[in-house]
């Protein structure tokens, strides 16, 4: 890895006038704000985002902001506010719900979040630079990560920011107040979400590691301390989980997954195949030295992290999938390779294919939403909603549909069973305690062979409907349920009297 103290301007080179490549590299910063915009095509042309945990998050944001006007949520909810690690959207609804209302909101949000990254990925590029090169044009591949389509939102938009606070950490290297700008900005990436504070962080680190003037010196473990001060509320407990995972078995065997799922969206095909044009480029750059180790070393880091970091750390999943794809986009911009327009329009035309696939699965897949939300048509207000999806245990796309039923908590204030509310590890609760009603009771993971079959389905015996997504059909339901709207994939049942099994002789 090479380094360089100071942001670097190329020569115009031989025959190249100064004037030739001052328009080429404007060209260059107004193709990242196009591919910045063109990022979020996909939430434009969806009536709601298709990501799998959005419509928890969604009746989260709702019970939230409800401050118990609601009777039927105050029945069914409770929801308890504490600064934590893990706040970025829900601190954006607040302002933003009043003006736009609640889904609207949340789908705004969604676009703005890789139109924000993306220029993120321009103002690092420019800070180190003053120029764009390939490395950055093929970051914006990773913009729709896998973190990003499963809809882990906060930690989304945590990157962002952490990108743009270490574009600021460098332009401001020379300014000695530094500090006193840097200090509050770690706290807001913070309260986006801590694992964006821990990338921004590594990058800071990588960034001061390769100035350093030897082995032995000791600057670089310092010069971040500005950043250091969101320890302070996790040391005191605030908003800390200590729950660590790192799965029950095949650790090993997991964490290769999530190396080469590290571009996972729609095709396997075409992701594994975007994954290996990407490397062969870092490797390359790697080769030629053409790799800045400004922010190379955080590469490295990360990638060491991501095989280190327990998949279930501070109450939220996957911990160490999202550093996965984080990565690849910091080794990307470490890629330092100023090359002609034609390889930078090679680069972008590698976002731009994956940004058309994901609009066109994203566009199918809402008018699949606009079938199967028709079911709360006939869900009266404050009904109770068992929710059962069918998944199939090997599939290599993300199913849009996982977390489906929590519109019925938007749309009709239901208690439903697929929400994001357990006790000590998310702010949303469920007042009833005595059976389990919450995420995941609504997966119903299904072999090639395996029948299902909703008599068994727990759940319903809590509700006064089931509300079945999956392409796969159910061979029975329960007994005395009365099918009262249905789509190709979906169907909703009325439900007989539900039996409380802590008091078998009455009807729940």
């Given at each position: ?181 840097m200090i509050p900005a770690g706290f807001v990436v913070w309260l986006c979400h ?315």
């Open positions: 890895m090479h380094a360089s103290a100071q942001p670097e301007t190329v020569e115009a080179g031989p025959g190249r006038s100064s004037e030739t490549y001052k328009r080429t590299r404007h060209e260059a910063v107004w193709m990242g704000f196009v591919l910045s915009c063109l990022a979020m095509l996909p939430a434009i042309v969806a009536w709601t985002p298709q990501m799998t945990d959005y419509p928890s998050h969604l009746a989260g944001y709702k019970i939230m902001l409800d401050h118990g006007h609601d009777p039927f949520l105050t029945r069914y909810f409770l929801f308890k506010w504490h600064w934590t690690g893990n706040l970025g959207v829900e601190l954006l609804m607040v302002p933003l719900t009043p003006i736009l209302g609640l889904e609207a909101a949340g789908r705004f949000i969604v676009a703005v979040i890789p139109f924000l990254t993306g220029m993120a990925i321009m103002a690092v590029e420019w800070s180190l630079r003053k120029r764009v090169g390939v490395g950055a044009i093929l970051a914006f591949a990773m913009i729709w990560s896998p973190s990003f389509l499963m809809g882990f939102l906060n930690y989304s938009l945590s990157i962002a920011v952490a990108l743009f606070i270490f574009a600021a950490w460098v332009r401001l290297g020379n300014w000695p107040w530094r500090w006193a700008v801590v694992s964006g504070w821990g990338v921004m962080g590594v990058l800071v680190f990588g960034y001061e590691w390769s100035r350093r003037s030897g082995w032995r010196d000791w600057r670089p473990f310092l010069k971040p301390w500005p950043l250091i001060f969101p320890l302070l509320p996790m040391l005191l407990g605030v908003g800390a989980n200590t729950k660590v995972s790192y799965g029950r078995w095949g650790v090993l065997e997991y964490k290769w997954q999530i190396l080469y799922k590290a571009m996972r969206s729609y095709d396997k095909v075409f992701d594994i195949t975007s994954l290996c044009l990407v490397m062969a480029v870092v490797v390359a750059a790697l080769i030629i030295r053409r790799f800045d180790g400004r922010v190379g070393w955080a590469a490295l880091i990360l990638l060491v992290l991501t095989l280190l970091v327990p998949r279930q750390i501070f109450g939220g999943d996957y911990a160490d999938y999202r550093l996965s794809t984080t990565a690849l986009l910091v080794a990307c911009l470490a890629i330092d390779w100023p090359v002609p327009r034609w390889g930078l329009a090679l680069a972008g035309l590698l976002f731009s294919a994956r940004i058309a696939v994901t609009t066109v699965v994203w566009y199918e897949d809402a008018q699949t939403s606009r079938q199967l939300i028709g079911a709360l048509d006939h869900v009266p207000e404050g009904a109770r909603v068992a929710t059962a999806v069918a998944i199939p245990r090997q599939q290599w796309l993300f199913g849009p549909f996982e977390h489906f039923g929590s519109y019925a908590v938007v749309r009709r204030s239901s208690m439903e069973n697929s929400n994001f509310a357990l006790p000590d590890v998310h702010m949303l609760s469920m007042r009833e305690t005595r059976y389990r009603f919450n995420d995941p009771t609504q997966r119903i993971l299904y072999g090639e062979n395996q029948r299902i079959d909703l008599r068994k389905f727990k759940p319903a015996r809590h509700a006064d409907y089931l509300w079945f997504i999956g392409t796969k059909a159910p061979i029975a339901i329960p007994d005395g349920a009365r099918i009262v709207y249905a789509t190709p994939n979906s169907f909703l049942a009325r439900l007989p009297d539900s039996v409380d099994l802590a008091n078998p002789g009455n009807g729940s």
